[in-house]
């Protein structure tokens, strides 16, 4: 298994460095997107960081270790112990839980946050090689306020695409072969 933690990311630093360079293409086109909308993600009753995403690539979890490593060590062992319990309930809760990262209503590694973090929120389109285009909605906040303008695309399909190259070269390079199926606590304590 390759290591997520500081050795693993640093023999690996220049895969790491390209996805961050796509976040931050990810994050303008969003903005773009939004801004069109005059959508705002300020926080609401349905905070997607009350949702259970998984996060499905070796680089998101190395990733977000770099980020990790960013914390003061006191402040890294709350996110942990954190992380720790959410992980045990996560699964089995039937209500929702907060992300062990979410910090009075702040993410603490927001720059390192995962893509489904960065994208979530606006209406999208795939375009599936056999399904064709599938649009989805807004989030709730979305759907409730900034439905009057006509659909503008964003079209998640490069994105994706540019993150699964770069995520099958890593698995080339370190001989990864295991599938990932990951919370936010779950990365947060995978070794």
């Known amino acids: 298994m390759v ?8 023999t690996y630093a220049s895969f790491l460095d390209r996805l961050s ?6 994050d303008e086109r969003y903005a773009a997107t939004a801004a069109y909308y005059g959508f705002v993600c300020a926080g609401c009753t349905e905070s997607c960081c009350e949702t259970r995403f998984y996060h499905h690539t ?27 319990k959410t992980a045990r ?6 209500g929702r839980v907060m992300c062990s990262l979410n910090q009075d209503g702040q ?9 489904i973090c960065r994208l979530h ?5 795939l375009r599936h090689p056999v399904k064709g285009v599938i649009r989805s909605p807004g989030c709730h906040e979305f759907e409730a306020h900034h439905v009057q303008k006509p659909y503008a695309p964003f079209d ?18 370190t001989g990864f072969r295991e599938k990932i199926k990951m919370t936010i606590p779950e990365m947060i304590i995978h070794n």
């Open 89 to 94: 309930t996560v699964h089995s809760s039937a």
């Open 21 to 26: 360079a796509l976040f931050q293409k990810m």
């Open 156 to 173: 998640r399909t490069p994105l994706y695409r540019e993150l699964a190259q770069l995520e099958s070269s890593l698995r080339q390079e």
């Open 107 to 115: 993410c603490l590694l927001y720059a390192y946050r995962p893509m």
């Open 58 to 84: 070796l680089l998101e979890l190395m990733y977000l270790h770099r980020g990790l490593q960013t914390l003061e060590p006191e402040a890294r062992r709350i996110v942990c112990d954190c992380a720790q």
């Open 121 to 125: 929120g606006i209406p999208h389109e």
């Open 3 to 10: 290591d997520a933690n500081v050795a693993g990311f640093e």
